[in-house]
Each structure stands twice: as structure tokens, then as C-alpha cells.
């Protein structure tokens, strides 16, 4: 089993993220989860809290609401994909042939806790749930460039990653791949079995 955190903000290249989900749909179906990004939808919890000033656990369940939107949004986009709830829907989409599309909404809280605040996206979010499910691998697709030279640590230093995703990693059971999200053809010959290696 691989997840594929797809960024947000490959909502504002349409073309591209439906040639991520074709690949996904097809090339992932039995072996693959999305995890959608919050993209716009979790840019305006942040304006919103900045202008009304709620607390952390306030905005991670309208984060998680954010994400939601994105996965109805993905859906839309392409009619396979299962969407899944619960680890148990997951892994039913997949004994399925299946893409399973993950809806987080058994991550709305009603006490803050550890995945609680900003310093945990939905990056670090789809490393717990890889993490949750014994994935075998874990690609974080994003839209800003990532220098391949750069470690985990390194790529949070730069922004690229939230605060809390290296420290999680550090205990991950799986593979991590940060890649951009031109690497679609990387992508489709790991999952087709055309490189041992992870994508590029």
C-alpha cells in the first residue's frame, strides 16, 4: 500500500491534477490511497482566525473540514475513487481494486491533542495515517520546487514540510518521498515496477 498526499495547491493547475488523478485512479487501484491537501479551503480558516482570533482547535476541525472539501473535490474530478473514512473503508476500497480517497472526519476533535495547531498539516497528517495503516510509502506531492539533495529535516528548514513532519518520521515504519509535482512520469514506473528506487 502507497499514499499519495496530494498538495492543495494543485487545485490552481487543474489540468495537472487530473493527469495525478487519472495516474492514481488507474496505476493506484488496489494498492493506492489519496490524501487530499486543504488548498484554499484551509487558506481562509487561516484568514478566518486571523480575523476572529479562535483557538487552534477551532481551526484544525475547519482545517479537517478544508481537506473534506478537497477529497469532494477530487471526487468530482474522478468518479473511481473510493472515498473512505475509517481504516477498515480503506482497506475494504483496496481488497476492491479501488483508489481509496481518505475523508478525515474522524479527525475532528473535541479536546485539542498532539494533531492539533499548525504546525501540523495536512502533510504530517498523511504521515500518521500512512504510519495508522503500515503503509509501505508514503509521496508528498507538492507544488513548490524540492531540491532532491535535501533531507527530511532539511526540507521542513525550508518550508517545505510542517514543523512536526521530520520528528515523525523519524518513526515512521515507511518510505517518505517529497516530490514535485512535474514527477509524474517517476511515479507511474514505481508504481508499475519500472524503478527500484523511490520517484524522483
Do not use: Y
Not at 486543504?38 to 482545517?63: C, I, K, Y
Not at 504530517?124 to 539533495?149: G, I, T
Request: proline share 4%.
Amino acid at each position: 500500500m502507497w499514499v499519495f498526499k496530494l498538495g492543495g495547491s494543485l487545485q490552481s493547475d487543474p489540468a495537472l491534477l487530473g493527469r495525478w488523478l487519472a495516474l492514481l485512479g488507474t496505476l493506484g487501484r488496489g494498492r493506492a490511497v489519496i490524501v487530499p491537501g486543504g488548498g484554499p479551503f484551509v487558506d481562509q480558516v487561516r484568514a478566518a482566525q486571523s480575523a476572529w482570533g479562535f483557538d487552534e482547535l477551532t481551526a484544525h476541525n475547519m482545517a479537517i473540514l478544508g481537506m473534506a472539501q478537497t477529497a469532494l473535490l477530487l471526487r468530482s474530478q474522478h468518479g473511481a475513487l473510493q472515498p473512505a473514512v475509517r481504516d477498515a473503508d480503506i482497506r475494504r476500497a483496496l481488497r476492491a481494486g479501488k483508489t481509496a480517497l481518505w475523508m478525515p472526519m474522524e479527525l475532528l476533535k473535541e479536546h485539542a491533542d498532539e494533531l492539533t495547531g499548525w504546525d501540523v498539516t495536512s502533510d504530517s497528517l498523511a504521515l500518521w495515517l500512512s504510519m495508522r495503516l503500515n503503509a509501505e510509502r508514503l509521496v508528498v506531492v507538492k507544488s513548490c520546487v524540492v531540491d532532491p539533495a535535501l533531507d527530511l529535516p532539511a526540507l521542513v528548514q525550508a518550508g517545505v514540510l510542517d514543523a512536526r513532519f521530520a520528528a515523525m518520521a523519524a518513526g515512521a515504519g515507511c518510505a517518505v518521498d517529497v516530490v514535485h509535482k512535474a514527477a509524474l512520469d517517476d511515479v507511474a514506473a514505481a508504481l508499475t515496477g519500472g524503478c527500484r528506487h523511490a520517484p524522483a
